[in-house]
């Protein structure tokens, strides 16, 4: 079972630049969901989605695109890259039937120069 | 937003002390759940806990879920090298889908 993927594991950018950090699960979960973690500051939500076609926004929504077109797949997008932007992303996915039973990927660690 | 307040931020125990972490929180939650982050991954699930009062064990962790709803605590008995890490507590509010995580109390055991 592969799980919860994240690629790609580690990225630079260049401030202004565009990128998108895929996730995807293979546990036929209705909910995935995106936080930052910074250091001293936990798990921060940014955007969640409980099935294909519905996303809505977290704590730390600013900055960031999502969308849900398949159950399995839920890209983040960083439309304009800014160095507050620098963090380690993970994704996440549960059932609906248990929300907070996350089931999280290894991690993708951006840093915006 | 909600916010959780975990203490202790960083212990140092000895191999085989027992261990006790707290969280608490201003709003009320209908769920508590424990995770722990090994350096490099992400997080995984410790325990959920879903009553108040509810007292659940996973070997030689235990956690309970406050009587007011608005704190938790996990405790770490006969500690052991590999429990090195960092455990968050996070709370989730009735029909919610957005998990409240703490700051985390990072533990270190010296062998």
């Known amino acids: 079972n592969a799980g919860v993927t994240q690629t790609p594991k580690f990225q630079v950018l260049k401030t202004g630049q565009s990128m998108t950090l895929q996730c995807a699960q293979d546990m036929n979960h209705e909910y995935m969901s995106w936080y930052r973690q910074d250091p001293g500051m936990g798990l921060r939500l940014i955007h969640y989605?409980?099935?294909?076609?519905?996303?809505d926004q977290g704590e730390v929504p600013n900055g960031y695109n999502v969308s849900r077109s398949t159950t399995e797949d839920f890209p983040l997008r960083l439309l304009s890259a800014a160095p507050s932007q620098t963090s380690v992303y993970f994704c996440?996915?549960?059932?609906?039937?248990?929300?907070?039973?996350?089931?999280f990927g290894e991690g993708s660690r951006l840093t915006v120069l | 937003g909600q916010q959780l307040n975990q203490s202790p931020q960083s212990m140092f125990i000895q191999e085989g002390e027992d261990v006790s972490m707290n969280c608490t929180s201003s709003s009320i939650f209908n769920t508590w759940l424990w995770y722990k982050q090994d350096p490099g991954e992400g997080p995984v699930l410790l325990i959920a806990l879903y009553k108040a009062g509810e007292l659940t064990s996973n070997g030689r962790l235990t956690a309970q879920f406050g009587i007011t709803r608005k704190d938790s605590f996990l405790n770490i008995s006969a500690s052991i090298p590999s429990d090195v890490g960092i455990y968050f507590c996070a709370g989730l509010g009735a029909g919610s889908y957005q998990l409240t995580f703490g700051k985390g109390t990072k533990l270190s055991v010296i062998p």
């Open positions: 996440a996915s549960s059932y609906l039937s248990g929300p907070g039973e996350l089931f």
């Open positions: 989605s409980v099935g294909a076609g519905i996303t």
